[in-house]
Each structure stands twice: as C-alpha cells, then as structure tokens.
C-alpha cells in the first residue's frame, strides 16, 4: 500500500480488495473472521483506510496479501 494517506478514507469491499490485490470473496471472509473490521451503511460495507493498512501488515499464519504476480499466476490470467 502507498505511504501517502488518500483523501478518500472509506473503501467498499471492491475498492479495498483491488487495493489489497485480493479477491472481493476473501476480504468478506476476513471481515466475518474479524480479521478486518468494517462498518454498515446500509446496504454497503465500507472499511476506514488505517484498518486496510493495519490489515495489510497483519501477520496471520498461513494466510498473506499477495503480490500482483502471484495474483495473476493463480487466477489463471497472463500479464500483458
């Protein structure tokens, strides 16, 4: 994640997984596991940046953010 704080501090669950390079499917799990916390409005899940960040540097056993590479290899999908 970039150093620079965004002006945007409340992320979607879709925003937050392309930051995190993970799938939209994953951050819900983490969310539920409560590894991530997360807040409603309404129908929408918004996560505050500094639990993104704090996230992202979490060091959970067998679980990793991974990197643009990885996610591509895995998902089946070559780089252009």
């Not at 991530?36 to 056993?61: C, N, Q, T, V, W």
Request: charged share 30%; with cysteine; net charge positive.
């Amino acid at each position: 994640m970039n150093e620079t704080i965004p002006k945007v501090l409340l992320f979607t669950v879709k925003e937050a997984s392309q930051m995190l390079n993970l799938h939209e499917n994953t951050v819900y799990a983490a969310i539920h596991q409560g590894r991530l916390r997360a807040s409603r409005k309404g129908k929408k899940i918004l996560i505050h940046y500094s639990d993104l960040e704090r996230f992202a540097r979490m060091d959970i056993p067998g679980f990793r953010v991974a990197d643009e590479t990885e996610m591509c290899v895995s998902e089946g999908r070559r780089e252009r």
